[in-house]
């Protein structure tokens, strides 16, 4: 096992990225403001990348089976694992191109952020054992951005053990990481590793640490909030020890919505991040935040909104600018929805294996008539495989209007 992550470690050094970005310094932080490499202060204004290191049921459109891990059994019953895996390399290949992130630069966004699982950097049954399959995701994301000069953030979307308890960070139901020391540890050093890979990347403007740790509907959340800054403070620890440039982007709990557990910022380039979904675009649902930003004299960051109508987002992202807080709307691409920059087809053999996965499923079953044919599954995979190619998506040039940008 000592061995299996030595040679890990040897890997991530012999990797590590050390390309020059044309720029004279690391984004940083001065005040309330972020500052770019040429010591300018500036608005954060992007999009996340959400769905494709860290898939969704819903932007499949489906609704029960709603994280990557329901999705995939799903899948594996339906073409068994070989083949599931298959469709989740190329997936992974074509969802996000060198061409999404050229658009996304041309569209006069200058970030992304880029949300992954933890599952792509190692193996949850066996937590010794280290997979380069993220890194090579993250390196040919971060080249991509490197040649557009867009900005990137790293968000550990699904941490071990599970931070937020729910769908979105393809957990088992509860926030188990912030009462298990083996998933805390592993957490720490999946984080130590990935600042030491990408220390001298300047086109990296931080890490958020916990994508919206810790959901409403726990009893004990209070106990379990209380247990968020200390780790966020042993996470950014370790991180220091090999990266002492880039900003670390500390969010709230309860959906990255309150911050009442925290104190006096711990270091020196913190900066904060909040998220707002489905309330009235107005002053009042951010005025806390606010608050909080010159209180500190921190940054605040939007770090995810969206999943609205283009006139919702426009009056949205217009009081944040008035407060100069920047954003990052969520997400870039998904199936079938105006609510979003792109959207890819759906198509009626993909309808069958949503009919399936609503269906009473019992992969043991002899009465196989509820699954769609093998004929059928194979066609809706790779005609899925093919319309998220940029060059097959649907641009929603209203929905850039409302981001304030526009179709190139």
């Given at each position: 096992m000592i061995k299996t992550f030595l040679s890990?470690?040897?890997?991530?050094?012999?990797?590590?990225?050390?390309?020059?970005?044309?720029?004279?310094?690391?984004?940083?932080?001065?005040?309330?403001?972020?500052?770019?490499?040429?010591?300018?202060?500036f608005l954060l204004q992007g999009?996340?990348?959400g769905n494709w290191l860290n898939p969704e049921g819903y932007m499949f459109r489906f609704e029960d089976v709603s994280s990557y891990r329901l999705i995939n059994d799903a899948f594996c019953e339906l073409v068994g694992v070989d083949d599931a895996r298959v469709f989740w390399n190329k997936f992974r290949d074509n969802y996000i191109t060198k061409e999404d992130i050229h658009f996304l630069k041309q569209s006069g966004l200058n970030h992304i952020r880029?949300?992954?699982?933890?599952?792509?950097?190692?193996?949850?049954?066996?937590?010794?054992v280290f997979l380069k399959t993220g890194f090579e995701y993250l390196d040919k994301a971060i080249k991509w951005c490197r040649e557009e000069k867009l900005y990137v953030v790293l968000d550990m979307h699904a941490a071990p053990g599970g931070q937020t308890g729910a769908n979105i960070d393809d957990s088992w139901g509860y926030p188990y990481l912030m009462e298990n020391k083996d998933a805390q540890d592993l957490t720490v050093?999946?984080?130590?590793?990935?600042?030491?890979?990408?220390?001298n990347e300047k086109i990296v403007i931080g890490y958020d640490l916990l994508n919206e740790p810790i959901a409403t509907y726990f009893e004990n959340q209070e106990e379990l909030?209380?247990?968020?800054e200390p780790l966020y403070k042993r996470i950014t620890a370790e991180i220091r020890k090999v990266d002492k440039q880039h900003i670390i982007f500390i969010g709230g709990a309860q959906w990255n919505t309150n911050f009442s557990m925290f104190g006096k910022p711990f270091e020196d380039k913190l900066a904060y991040t909040f998220h707002g979904y489905w309330m009235p675009p107005v002053q009042e649902q951010i005025q806390?935040?606010?608050?909080?930003?010159?209180?500190?004299?921190v940054p605040m960051w939007l770090g995810e909104s969206g999943e609205n109508e283009d006139s919702w987002i426009d009056s949205f992202r217009v009081v944040l600018e008035k407060n100069e807080i920047g954003w990052c709307f969520w997400p870039y691409k998904k199936m079938?929805?105006?609510?979003?920059?792109?959207?890819?087809?759906?198509?009626?053999?993909?309808?069958?294996?949503?009919?399936?996965?609503?269906?009473?499923?019992?992969?043991?079953?002899?009465?196989?008539?509820?699954?769609?044919?093998?004929?059928?599954?194979?066609?809706?995979?790779?005609?899925?495989?093919?319309n998220i190619k940029f060059k097959n998506c649907t641009i929603n040039e209203g929905y850039l209007k409302a981001l304030g940008v526009k179709k190139p």
């Open positions: 890990f470690v040897f890997f991530l050094a012999l990797a590590a990225v050390t390309s020059i970005f044309p720029q004279k310094n690391f984004v940083t932080v001065k005040g309330t403001q972020f500052i770019d490499g040429d010591g300018k202060p999009t996340n990348i880029l949300p992954f699982n933890f599952k792509l950097f190692v193996v949850e049954d066996h937590p010794d050093t999946l984080w130590k590793q990935i600042a030491k890979r990408y220390a909030n209380k247990q968020l806390r935040h606010v608050d909080f930003s010159k209180k500190f004299n079938d929805s105006p609510r979003g920059i792109a959207s890819f087809a759906r198509t009626a053999e993909w309808d069958s294996i949503i009919a399936y996965t609503k269906s009473p499923r019992k992969p043991f079953d002899y009465d196989a008539s509820h699954r769609p044919s093998k004929v059928v599954v194979k066609k809706a995979m790779d005609d899925l495989l093919e």
